[in-house]
């Protein structure tokens, strides 16, 4: 029991020290005003190593907390920009890590990534539709002409940055971690796996599914943003 707990506080600390990583990335590398409200930053590479480290319930959690220290540091867009951030950060890193959590090789990491860049910049654009004329005050016609020449190269070469760095930079991190004896040798571990994978799957179908609702009322006319 004492040795568990002692583990529990080390991957506590770890995660932290990971969260602070991706906030000062955040804060220092940031290229704001892509379109006028677009930014990217590289706070999901951390996260995402963090999602292969910890899984994907814990990179979830780490997001939703670096996006809320961004809302009050460096964002100006306030809770639509935390909603928006999250969405995108949770998207990325859930998919990408709940893949490479089945099975961590080379492979699954790349097809997790690919398939978690196609993901993001599928809902992505769905909740642009959905929250961009209420942030600009335009017509939805208007974001609807944004999507091919801004919003689907933008989600795309942010999902394409982040998954080259990801991969660039995940054996260097888990390296230093495992010298520095914050994280073990070997990262498989079954504890609880089966109860976190029911609770993505059940909450990522969730958000599926509200999404969709969300646009296929808009385009009916039952919801005037």
Not at 4 to 20: D, G, S, Y
Not at 154 to 173: C, D, E, H, R, V
């Amino acid at each position: 029991m004492q040795k568990e707990k002692k583990l529990q506080l080390k991957n506590f600390v770890t995660m932290a020290m990971l969260c602070a990583l991706a906030v000062v990335a955040d804060m220092f590398l940031r290229i704001p005003g892509i379109g006028g409200f677009l930014t990217y930053e590289p706070k999901d590479v951390i996260l995402t190593v963090s999602a292969f480290i910890f899984g994907p319930i814990a990179g979830i959690i780490m997001s939703l907390v670096v996006c809320l220290i961004e809302m009050v540091t460096v964002s100006s867009t306030g809770i639509i920009g935390l909603l928006m951030n999250f969405i995108s950060s949770a998207v990325f890193i859930g998919v990408a890590s709940f893949i490479y959590s089945r099975k961590k090789t080379l492979s699954r990491a790349v097809i997790g990534l690919a398939a978690a860049s196609l993901a993001m910049t599928a809902v992505m654009l769905l909740w642009n539709y959905i929250i961009t004329p209420v942030y600009m005050h335009v017509e939805r016609s208007v974001v609807l002409g944004m999507i091919l020449p801004l919003l689907l190269p933008f989600n795309l070469l942010k999902a394409g940055l982040n998954s080259t760095l990801t991969m660039f930079l995940y054996k260097g991190i888990v390296t230093a971690l495992r010298k520095s004896k914050l994280i073990p040798q070997s990262e498989n571990s079954d504890t609880k796996k089966s109860v976190s994978t029911t609770v993505l799957i059940v909450v990522t179908s969730a958000f599926l599914a509200v999404t969709l609702l969300l646009v296929i009322l808009i385009f009916a006319g039952k919801i005037q943003l």
